[in-house]
């Protein structure tokens, strides 16, 4: 098992910037994807960013050129930085450690933390 715990979650203004956090422990190993996704009430959930077990980065369409994802796979955290925020990103974003090795949908989640983005 693997358990996950988010941080940095909040409220902040149009335009504004965001870090969120998330730290694995338990049977977490490099071999694993690790991910962001995110939930808007009413809608499906969707992936802000991922790096995989090898390394590569990807990032939903929304997030290009405004989030940035780090992986410290020695720590087991993983990181995005969110820049440019707008209302339409408000949303409950959850952490996923993934054993297929890559951002598959599957895996272990965090508990979610809610990012509200207004004024």
């Known amino acids: 098992q693997v358990q996950l715990v988010e941080s940095g979650g909040g409220l902040v203004q149009p335009g504004g910037s965001l870090r969120l956090s998330c730290a694995a422990s338990?049977?977490?190993?490099?071999?694993?994807?690790m991910a962001w996704y995110r939930q808007v009430p009413g809608k499906q959930l969707e992936l802000v960013a991922s790096?995989?077990?090898?390394?590569?980065?990807t990032y939903g369409d929304f997030a290009e050129g405004r989030f940035t994802i780090s992986r410290d796979i020695f720590n087991n955290r993983v990181d995005p930085q969110m820049s440019s925020l707008k209302p339409q990103d408000t949303a409950v974003y959850y952490c996923n450690s993934d054993p297929r090795g890559y951002a598959s949908g599957n895996g272990y989640w965090g508990q979610g933390t809610q990012v509200t983005v207004s004024v």
């Open positions: 338990g049977s977490q190993d490099i071999t694993y994807a």
């Open positions: 790096v995989s077990g090898a390394g590569t980065i």
